[in-house]
């Protein structure tokens, strides 16, 4: 399961809108290798469903995740915030055993 914060559903919702997507697009979150840490979240608006995503829902909100990707992800929480320290989507992991200074790669 993959959770998402009210701060995060709201700036989903907003972008979808202001960058023309239809609520056909849902939010696909993916692992690959990369950063300085060795592991890279991507995050991206997809319109459609592989045959080995996963689909979660929460609070109205559709995230596809590949099976690979999923290992990784279990019992994340994708929050966003516009603080001083920074603004974007931020992913709390409990399986990441380290992460980088900006948050974006992260090390099992």
Do not use: W
Not at 23 to 41: F, Q, T
Not at 77 to 93: A, C, H, P, R, Y
Request: charge should be negative; include cysteine; glycine fraction near 12%.
């Amino acid at each position: 399961m993959i959770n998402v914060t009210d701060k995060a559903k709201d700036k989903i919702v907003e972008i979808r809108q202001n960058d023309g997507f239809s609520d056909n697009h849902n939010i696909r979150v993916a692992v690959k290798g990369g950063g300085c840490s060795g592991l890279m979240y991507d995050l991206i608006f997809d319109a459609n469903i592989q045959n080995n995503d996963e689909v979660f829902e929460d609070k109205g909100i559709k995230i596809l995740v590949d099976k690979k990707s999923l290992l990784y992800l279990l019992g994340t929480t994708l929050d966003f915030s516009d603080g001083l320290n920074g603004k974007g989507f931020q992913f709390v992991n409990p399986n990441a055993s380290r992460t980088c200074g900006c948050g974006e790669s992260f090390a099992v």
